[in-house]
Each structure stands twice: as structure tokens, then as C-alpha cells.
């Protein structure tokens, strides 16, 4: 039987029982997103889409080079498919930029940013960049991006993911002007005192749109929570600080530079003590703090990292060596010793990363006479002060900006490519502060009597000596070395063996109780769980001590 659709069908044609033409519109309203105007007109059998570029904040007080981020959602196409010709106007960059979408067949559920099919590369002319974009079948709604976004939620996402590890923790280090929080996040491993390790910060967000930093705090967190050899071995011995998003607000309104007040952050570093933005306040603060004579563990790392037009590769400002650098009358660059650490860090994260290996170092003054960058802050304020310098060597500190173009081969780069960079970026910290070749050596400070074992490196990690500690008078023990973690009785005892007993030496003890044993570990050790047992003198049970976990890459 034929259907009612198709008998009227039959009779009237398409004018009762035909869907109606698609109503394509643009809209700006999601967080992140951030367009001037935009429009969506019928041509012939395509929709002509113009996307206008505002300022940030929509403040027309802000320099051209600031109309560098946009983002809109499409919604109301044809699930048989829609032609899209695309003009994004009065654009602040020039660099030809492979945009990014995410669909949805239902308008609810979108799926991963990617880029954009290679058929639509723009071109342009003037301030203009057009390309054309043809959307899948099923596809009824979209949304574009000159760049792949990152938001808030993604940075909530990063922080409820870390802090499911005993390795991780967030404060809060004060609240933006619109009154989101500004956290950090603090990798490290809790068993090992802070005196033994080394500092590194890292910021990334100041300028909100610039995405690749975000994906490279992604991987680089991934990695140092990852639990590999190198991981470990890191957190035993540094402990890291994270910013993940220095100004949320920015990023919250679709912004490419500036924060809620249409303040370039990065230029507030020129007088940092004086500035009233509550974003630079708060880092201010905390590197003050973790820069202090009385700091158990200084800074020694500073990283700022940003994203970058102009350039095809990612890429460092190396800031030049100035022998007579002086505050007052030559304020060009840095002191030389800083120079040479800031070459030493960039030959290691290149030979950490090939895709950072690509690109050209670039030279600064460090913005003199201004000197508007967070590492002038640093650089000014304690690598030349004398007081400071009499108890700790200078910090390394310096800017890496990604880029928007290629990854390691020709093909477009991706939110992957920087995390990969992310974890190179672990790899070449070791490197740089010496962690490899090297030792850590963390306790689980459990034991069961009066037994206590200790172990430190010989310099170069070429032996681990170890200390043995029990009763004056206990005349034997055993030093047990395996690789695993347990739990086996020992006999006549309510103490545990908690690791294999893969070798077992035994120890005569001195008259006090105590003794030494020098273990070479084999080429290519990497970790060794130890533990030591004693017979007391007086007959009584047998005694564990603590276990010890012993790290090394050598």
C-alpha cells in the first residue's frame, strides 16, 4: 500500500510532503569562541560564510597583530551534505593556517577537534583567508577554529586526572579578575625530602589562545605520572611546578593575548612588583616564594611557553651574553653564565626532541630597555644580586614558543605532536639538571623493630653504599636486594619481607649495631627494592627495617 506521503506526493509534488531548505547560521556564544560578526548567505548551491575578527574583549584600542584567534560553531546544515565558502576578515596574521573542526551529527555530541580536509588549505589576500568546506553526510552542525581550542574544562580535565596520583597536588594561587582560579600543580615524589631535589617552573596560558603550550603541560604531566623509569626517577629528584592556565579569563572569552581587563600579561613582567593585575600577582608571588634565600629548593628551571606566528618550526628566544650588563646602563640580554645555561638547556631539548630539532633558535635582548618577559624578571632580580648568588647558583629561565604549521614531518601538527613534545620535554629536564646519569634513593619508612637501612650514591652513581642500623650487640643480618614488591612472612617473626629476595648478603654488625655495604649495580639497573633483616642478640624475633627504593638510569 502506498503511503499518505506518497499519494499527496503524487498530487501536489514537493510543496506539502518535501523538507524544507536548510537554514545555515554561525554562532559565537560557547566559551573560547571569539568572532566580531559573521553571516550566512545562499549562493547558488553553496552558503557564503563570512566570519569577521574582533579584538579581544571587542576593545578597538588593541593593535592589528592582536585579531589573531577565532572560533565559531556552524549549525543548521543539510545531513545530505553542505558546501561551505568561507572569508575570515580582517585577520591580524598573515601565516596560512590549516583551520580545525568538530561535528556533530546531533547537535549535542561533537567529536575530536581535527583539522580540516587538506582540500580546504586557505588562501589570502590582503586580511583575508578564505577556503571552501564540504561537510560530511550525517553532519547537521559544526564548529571551527583557526587553531585547536583548548578550555577550562580541558585544564580541569588535566588537574582531576594528576591529582588521582599520591604524585600530584594543586593550590590555588589567587583568582584572575573575573574570579576564576589560578592553580598550580605540583609533580613530586612525597618519600624524598625537598632539600635533596632540584625546582622547575613552568607556566603556560599568558597569552590565552596560544594552544600549543597546553598540549605540551599535557604530555609532559602524562609522562612524569606515567610510572617509567625516567618518571620516577625525576620525581625523586625534582619537584616540578606547574601553571596549566595562567589567565582562564582570556581564555573563557575567546581571547588571543590579553586578559579580562584587554592587558597584555606578558608585557606586565617590564614592572612586576607594580602591577595590578591580579594574574601577575599571583605568579609573582609564588616564584618570589620558591626563589627565597630560605627556600629548601630554588628554582633552577623556568620555563614560559607561548605559541608563535611567523615561524614554520617551534622555536627558543636565547637571550644574548652581556659581559657588562648592568640594571642601570646596559640592560641588553643577560649575564654570560645565564647565557651558557640557556644554550645548554635548548642542545638538550633538542637532542631530546626532533621536532624541536627543526627549529632556529632565535636571539633576544630580553626586550630592553623593557625587558617585558617573566626570565628578565627572574634574571634581574636574582642572577646578578650578590646576596643571593653567595648560596645559589643563577636559575635557567627562558621562553619556547610552538607554532601553528607543521609537525615533525610536513603533515599539519596536532594537539599529539606537542604532548609528544611534552614528554621530550621530561627527558631533556634530566638531561639538563643531571638526573641522568644518576640516583635517587626513597624510603617507604615503614620497618618492624629497631632496624634501619639507608643508601646514598657514590659519586657518579657507580655504587650504592648502603647503612645498616640495628641494637648495639646484634651480631648478624642480611641485606635483601630483589626488584618487586611483596609481602612474605619471615620465620619466627611478625615482621614482612616486602621485595623478592633475589640476592641475599650477609652482614657481620660492629659493636654498635651497625655496617656498611657497597653494591656496584649492573649496567643498565634501573631500580632495586632493598631491605635489611637482623637476628637480635637477645633471641628474640627477627627484624625487618624499612624498604628502599633505588633508582637509577645509569
Not at 627543526?358 to 650578590?386: K, L, N, W
Amino acid at each position: 500500500m502506498r503511503t499518505v506521503g506518497r499519494v499527496l506526493g503524487a498530487v501536489f509534488g514537493c510543496a506539502l510532503t518535501c523538507a524544507a531548505p536548510a537554514q545555515v547560521s554561525v554562532y559565537q556564544n560557547q566559551p573560547g569562541m571569539r568572532l566580531q560578526s559573521s553571516s550566512a548567505v545562499r549562493s547558488g548551491s553553496a552558503w557564503a560564510i563570512t566570519l569577521q575578527m574582533g579584538n579581544d574583549n571587542g576593545n578597538a584600542s588593541l593593535p592589528t597583530s592582536f585579531r589573531r584567534h577565532w572560533a565559531c560553531g556552524i549549525r543548521g546544515l543539510a545531513p545530505s551534505g553542505e558546501r561551505l565558502d568561507v572569508a575570515v576578515t580582517n585577520a591580524g596574521y598573515t601565516d596560512i593556517i590549516l583551520p580545525v573542526w568538530s561535528l556533530s551529527t546531533d547537535g549535542v555530541t561533537f567529536g575530536p577537534w581535527t583539522r580540516v580536509p587538506t582540500t580546504a588549505t586557505p588562501t589570502r589576500s590582503g586580511t583575508t583567508h578564505r577556503f571552501t568546506l564540504q561537510t560530511p553526510p550525517g553532519v547537521v552542525e559544526l564548529r571551527l577554529a583557526k587553531y585547536f581550542p583548548y578550555l577550562v574544562q580541558d585544564k580541569d580535565a588535566l588537574l582531576s586526572l594528576a591529582t588521582a596520583s599520591p604524585s600530584a597536588s594543586v593550590q590555588t594561587l589567587g583568582a584572575s579578575r573575573q574570579g576564576r582560579s589560578i592553580e598550580l600543580l605540583t609533580l613530586t615524589d612525597p618519600g624524598v625530602p625537598l632539600a635533596q631535589k632540584q625546582r622547575i617552573w613552568i607556566h603556560s596560558g599568558i597569552h590565552p589562545a596560544e594552544t600549543t603550550s597546553y598540549f605540551v603541560v599535557e604530555g609532559l604531566v602524562e609522562e612524569l605520572l606515567s610510572g617509567s623509569a625516567l618518571a620516577r626517577m625525576m620525581l625523586a629528584r625534582t619537584v616540578i611546578d606547574v601553571v596549566p592556565m595562567a589567565n582562564p579569563d582570556g581564555v573563557m572569552l575567546g581571547n588571543y593575548r590579553t586578559n579580562a581587563g584587554s592587558v597584555n600579561l606578558e608585557n606586565e613582567w617590564t614592572a612586576p612588583y607594580d602591577s595590578a593585575e591580579p594574574e601577575i600577582i599571583a605568579l609573582r608571588t609564588a616564584i618570589e616564594q620558591r626563589m627565597a634565600l630560605t627556600s629548601p629548593a630554588t628554582i633552577e628551571v623556568l620555563l614560559n611557553l607561548h605559541g608563535s606566528h611567523g615561524l614554520t618550526w617551534p622555536f627558543h628566544f636565547e637571550h644574548t651574553a652581556n659581559p657588562s650588563f648592568n640594571l642601570t646602563s646596559s640592560r641588553s640580554g643577560v649575564i654570560p653564565e645565564v647565557n651558557a645555561l640557556e644554550r645548554a638547556w635548548i642542545q638538550a631539548f633538542r637532542g631530546a626532541s626532533p621536532f624541536v630539532a627543526r627549529g632556529t633558535t632565535q636571539s633576544s635582548s630580553a626586550g630592553a630597555p623593557t625587558r617585558p618577559f617573566v626570565e628578565s624578571m627572574v634574571h634581574d632580580r636574582y642572577a646578578i644580586d650578590t646576596a643571593w648568588r653567595q648560596l645559589h647558583a643563577p636559575a635557567m629561565a627562558i621562553t619556547f614558543e610552538g607554532t601553528y604549521g607543521p609537525g615533525p614531518t610536513s603533515a599539519w601538527n596536532t594537539p599529539a605532536d606537542w604532548r609528544q613534545v611534552g614528554r621530550e620535554m621530561v627527558a631533556a629536564l634530566a638531561d639538563h639538571l643531571g638526573v641522568v646519569p644518576g640516583g635517587a634513593v626513597r624510603s617507604d619508612l615503614r620497618y618492624c623493630g629497631y632496624t634501619l637501612l639507608e643508601a646514598g650514591f657514590a659519586p657518579g652513581a657507580s655504587r650504592v653504599d648502603f647503612d645498616l642500623t640495628a641494637a648495639p650487640g646484634d651480631p648478624l643480618a642480611a641485606l635483601v636486594l630483589g626488584v618487586m614488591t611483596t609481602a612474605i612472612p619471615l620465620p619466627a617473626s611478625v615482621c614482612a619481607l616486602r621485595t623478592d629476595p633475589l640476592i641475599a648478603v650477609g652482614v657481620a654488625l660492629g659493636a654498635g649495631g651497625t655496617a656498611r655495604v657497597s653494591v656496584t649495580p649492573p649496567l643498565g639497573f634501573v631500580e632495586l627494592r632493598a631491605q635489611s633483616v637482623v637476628q637480635p642478640a637477645n633471641g628474640t624475633s627477627i627484624r625487618s627495617s624499612n624498604t628502599l627504593d633505588v633508582l637509577t638510569l645509569r
